[in-house]
């Protein structure tokens, strides 16, 4: 049985390309009626949200340069972090045909823009390494713009990764602590702190591409998976509690947030480890897993009741008489 539900890619070029036509595919999300008025597709919100919080960092950055808090180059670039996001999602906003027909590119380029933006601007020594509007919103251009692709968290977990998706978010949270703790290491302060915390996120990665790998050579995935799990459940409760009550993420940022977030997800892995094996194999025959790696649904045998002009085997009676007893 596949306890672990991780599912195997047979095809991936496939899958590539069905989300590709999906993405080319989306239409204009602003709509004008005759009476003036303007209508959003609740599908296409992602890109409304993702030019919101582009003219927040553009406030925000503005913000901090009448301050004085920003050096010269890094609010340069802020503000060209937030006006490109700014531009192109205007852009996919008006629906305009020439537009639309290069919108697969402008998302994908939206989302790479945003999303390492994002952490330049929020890791080590940028400017907005600390809670605030500026911090808030460079992850939200980051998640949104990855929303915009299609992708969400329930999305993937109906669809592509299933119960696997909050092992994927704990690969992210630990790649995130790991690049948040990694500029403490050349400090004594909070030495064995730094320490701790990168062996566990080095660790909780190995793990999963463990996981992952060893589903990807068969579809048997060890009985020791629930007690994995939960070991790093454990492990990344008590990482969670040393990094944020110790240090060196005593404020919120980052680290503070990937540690907690780390905790959740692999709580929720835990359960639901712990949930598929206890479902066990079904009288239907759910959980069975054929030669190509797809479910099976195996009824299990009915009493078979011979005709008046079929002959009766001792075999069909016996079955008949066991299925019976059962039943009762």
């Known amino acids: 049985m596949d306890k672990f539900n991780i599912p195997v890619v047979k095809k991936p070029v496939e899958v590539i390309k069905t989300h590709v036509e999906a993405v080319k595919n989306m239409e204009a999300p602003v709509t004008i009626t005759e009476n003036l008025v303007v209508t959003v597709d609740n599908g296409m919100m992602p890109i409304l949200g993702n030019f919101c919080a582009a003219v927040v960092l553009l406030v925000a950055t503005i913000n901090s340069t009448t301050n004085g808090s920003m050096e010269v180059g890094m609010r340069g670039y802020a503000n060209s972090v937030a006006v490109v996001a700014m531009v192109l999602s205007f852009l996919l906003l008006t629906g305009i045909k020439q537009v639309l027909r290069m919108s697969f590119y402008i998302r994908y380029v939206l989302f790479f823009w945003c999303f390492i933006g994002g952490c330049i601007l ?4 940028g400017p907005f390494s600390s809670t605030g509007n500026g911090y808030f919103c460079s992850w939200a251009l980051a998640i949104f713009s990855f929303m915009n692709l299609g992708f ?3 999305t993937m977990k109906s669809t592509i990764l299933k119960n696997a998706t909050p092992l994927i978010s704990l690969a992210f ?6 690049m948040a703790t990694i500029p403490w290491a050349g400090s004594q302060i909070f030495f064995w702190e730094t320490i701790f915390a990168i062996a566990i996120t080095i660790l909780t990665m190995a793990i999963i591409g463990f996981l992952f ?11 020791s998976s629930f007690h994995i799990v939960l070991f790093l459940a ?10 944020t009550f110790r240090g060196p993420f005593l404020i919120t ?3 503070y947030f990937s540690a907690w977030a780390g905790a959740i997800f692999a709580s929720v892995a835990a359960k639901e480890v712990h949930s598929d094996e206890d479902d066990g194999i079904e009288a239907t025959g759910q959980g069975v897993v054929g030669e190509d790696g797809e479910d099976v649904d195996v009824a299990p ?3 078979r009741l011979a005709s008046p002009r079929e002959p009766v085997d001792d075999e069909t009676v016996s079955r008949t008489a066991v299925m019976t007893r059962v039943s009762v």
Do not use: E, M
């Open 173 to 178: 949270c630990s790649f995130v602590l790991l």
């Open 122 to 125: 929020t890791f080590g020594t």
């Open 253 to 255: 940022g980052n680290g």
């Open 152 to 154: 969400s968290y329930d």
């Open 213 to 223: 790998y060893k589903h990807q050579r068969s579809t048997d995935i060890p009985g």
């Open 234 to 243: 454990i492990l990344w409760i008590f990482t969670a509690g040393i990094v």
């Open 301 to 303: 045998p009915q009493p």
